[in-house]
């Protein structure tokens, strides 16, 4: 176990048992502490462009009194005495904020959900050799990218008695290969470098690559047999965040699966897919400390199974809670792969279009589940189960009803692992495992 991992838990514990103390006896509080120690190493042109290491923790703080919440957050030194002090402020500010608030009808009182401790321990590469492993490989190449390695952490305390600990290390390499302006995406992520997946992933992207240096194919809009490669895929499913599987935006109108959810539709029974915190992608336990069951079904083959409810949704429209956060969007989504094995994908297109990528997503027409979007990087038109070559940038438009319904017609063998990769105020956690998926008679616009 790292240094940081155990000096971050014994100040977190420290500073927490300060603040609980302070509490009188119409307040509760809950404590969130999102911490990483992070090697940041940016590439551009096959060389180190930047290189940082960050070390930071975060604590925010929920307090209740009298029906009313509030939350405020701040930075932590390290240093117990200067972090107690600023906390005592920090307090003080919440009270302050609290006394001048209404009433919250539906507010979900501080609780006691139990403790959790979870830690994943990695193998990483060590910081002296993330230049040589990562450059060596890509020797010839114009790489550019994004590597970021090491812990972190989250953590919830409560005035009820709760405690939740969880920490990882793991990494990601977030990159792309570039011949002038056609570049073609890859991504490498786990909790242990391997050299010989690492060299393959790489041999994958090269090989994308100089596929892109064939005639450019001017494809024209209209449907076509389609193949969304997983990172593709993920990116389609990853729409379902934005309210499709919120319980609350179904009961307030709002939901594109309104639909499923009402059984009025459903989906392929080829699509089964579960939050599984079993990956380690992300904590059990949501920001109110409440933990999600290990594997939480949401869609088996092809029918909905349950919505994500936070307690708050639970409370205001008499549902059942189900532990999600209060976004609720999945936190690790992961799809029950098919039988599409990778070498018969050219032959199973036949004659269509393979997406590696897809980018600017949004939904077109959210009664229909309608989403629009763009191709991205290593695109390709096929024929004859064959890759004939690139295509110019093509806008998409295609109901999830039919894409993920009618129209799907395999899913592959095999899954990747699509980490979340924001590195905005913090290193993000979460993520999804996902299949590519094959469909026909995907809908191209422009």
């Known amino acids: 176990m790292s240094h940081f991992i155990n000096t971050t838990r014994s100040h977190f514990d420290a500073v927490a048992s300060h603040v609980l103390g302070q509490l009188t006896s ?61 906390l005592s402020n920090v307090l003080q500010a919440c009270r302050a904020e609290v006394s001048v608030l209404d009433v919250d009808p539906n507010q979900v009182p501080i609780a006691n959900h139990g403790n959790s401790d979870d830690c994943f321990t990695g193998a990483l590469l060590a910081p002296q050799d993330v230049v040589s492993s990562i450059l060596d490989s890509a020797q010839g190449c114009d790489l550019a990218g994004l590597y970021a390695g090491g812990v972190v952490i989250r953590a919830n305390r409560n005035s009820a008695g709760q405690s939740h600990w969880f920490a990882t290390e793991s990494f990601f390499l977030d990159y792309s290969l570039y011949d002038g302006p056609k570049a073609a995406k890859g991504g490498y992520a786990g ?34 047999r389609t193949y969304l490669a997983p990172r593709a895929f993920a990116d389609v499913l990853g729409m379902m965040g934005w309210n499709a599987l919120s319980a609350a935006a179904w009961k307030q109108g709002r939901s594109p699966f309104k639909k499923l959810v009402e059984r009025e539709a459903k989906f392929s029974p080829l699509l089964s897919f579960s939050e599984n915190f079993g990956l380690a992608l992300t904590p059990r336990f949501n920001s109110q400390g409440e933990v999600s069951e290990s594997l939480l079904p949401l869609m ?51 004659t269509g279009l393979y997406l590696s990528n897809v980018h600017y997503l949004n939904w077109s027409d959210p009664v229909s589940a309608r989403v629009t979007g763009m191709t991205r990087y290593a695109c390709f038109w096929v024929e004859n189960g064959e890759i004939v070559g690139p295509i110019n940038d093509l806008r998409w438009d295609e109901s999830l009803y039919d894409a993920l319904g009618r129209k799907l017609l395999a899913l592959t063998d095999w899954a990747d692992i699509d980490p979340a990769c924001d590195t905005y105020y913090t290193r993000a956690l979460g993520g999804s495992r996902v299949p590519g998926a094959l469909i026909e008679g995907w809908t191209f616009t422009l």
């Open 300 to 350: 088996q083959a092809g029918e909905l199974r349950t919505l994500l409810v936070s307690s708050r949704t639970a409370k205001e429209y008499g549902l059942t809670g189900n532990a999600a956060d209060e976004g609720e969007a999945p936190r690790a989504l992961d799809v029950a792969c098919g039988t599409l094995a990778e070498a018969d994908i050219l032959k199973e297109i036949g």
């Open 26 to 86: 119409t307040e509760a509080i809950t404590l969130n502490l999102s911490a990483e120690d992070t090697l940041y190493v940016r590439f551009n042109a096959n060389r180190v462009r930047q290189n940082t290491d960050v070390q930071q923790m975060v604590l925010s703080l929920q307090l209740q009194s009298l029906g009313r919440t509030v939350q405020q957050s701040c930075t932590l030194s390290g240093s117990l005495q200067v972090d107690c002090a600023l």
């Open 191 to 224: 909790a242990r470098w391997d050299t010989l997946a690492w060299a393959a992933n790489l041999a994958r992207t090269r090989d994308l690559l100089d596929k892109l240096k064939r005639p450019t194919v001017n494809v024209k809009p209209g449907q076509y």
